[in-house]
T-cell receptor, first 115, second 110 residues
Framework: EAQVTQNPRYLITVTGKKLTVTCSQNMNHEYMSWYRQDPGLGLRQIYYSMNVEVTDKGDVPEGYKVSRKEKRNFPLILESPSPNQTSLYFC??????????????FGPGTRLLVL | GQSLEQPSEVTAVEGAIVQINCTYQTSGFYGLSWYQQHDGGAPTFLSYNALDGLEETGRFSSFLSRSDSYGYLLLQELQMKDSASYFCAVSNQAGTALIFGKGTTLSVSS
């Protein structure tokens, strides 16, 4: 089954404790992206990757890191989480970012609470 | 920069037709997409327009006017299960980003 998986689905942590949210896709997509979703603000892009070893900042990259060592995986790293990073996070993958045939497939989401 | 405007909430009754508008400002436009998101779930793709005109997919249609930087999603024969959030999103010419609007919450009542 074609899918994007994220782990963990739910996470409660404390300020400053490094964490990683994993994202994996099995569709051989080149483009992968991370979004955060907050009430009233919609989906905001954190980082994206056009291909292996190619990553770039989205609209809200502060406090986050990513890596793309393999095509299928695109982990999101919070080196020192803070309460303002409490949010719902989505990973997405697609052939590209132009839409249409390059439609994005989203993972199930990760709910993060930083105390 | 890029920005999208869509209404925050829309209400309708079962069987009705509803239109969700989206206006955008973007430097370099490639296409307009629509996504649906049920409460607590992941966004899923609904429709896409790269050229002016109407695209129809079952009960859902989407329209684009590039000259007006405007599009809309039309939902016909509304059902209770259509209660969800709907997002418009623009993709840039470079194909590097899909920028989402803040979403429209549609509530369908019986």
């Amino acid at each position: 089954e074609a899918q994007v998986t994220q782990n963990p689905r739910y996470l409660i942590t404390v300020t400053g404790k490094k964490l990683t949210v994993t994202c994996s896709q099995n569709m051989n997509h080149e483009y992968m992206s991370w979004y955060r979703q907050d009430p009233g603000l919609g989906l905001r892009q954190i980082y994206y990757s056009m291909n292996v070893e190619v990553t770039d900042k989205g609209d809200v990259p502060e406090g986050y890191k990513v890596s793309r060592k393999e095509k299928r995986n695109f982990p999101l790293i919070l080196e020192s989480p803070s309460p303002n990073q409490t949010s719902l996070y989505f990973c997405a993958s697609s052939l590209g970012a132009r839409g249409g045939e390059e439609t994005q497939y989203f993972g199930p989401g990760t709910r993060l609470l930083v105390l | 920069g890029q920005s999208l405007e869509q209404p925050s909430e829309v209400t309708a009754v079962e069987g009705a037709i509803v239109q969700i508008n989206c206006t955008y400002q973007t430097s370099g436009f490639y296409g307009l997409s629509w996504y649906q998101q049920h409460d607590g779930g992941a966004p899923t793709f609904l429709s896409y327009n790269a050229l002016d005109g109407l695209e129809e997919t079952g009960r859902f249609s989407s329209f684009l006017s590039r000259s007006d930087s405007y599009g809309y999603l039309l939902l016909q024969e509304l059902q209770m299960k259509d209660s969800a959030s709907y997002f418009c999103a623009v993709s840039n010419q470079a194909g590097t980003a899909l920028i989402f609007g803040k979403g429209t919450t549609l509530s369908v009542s019986s």
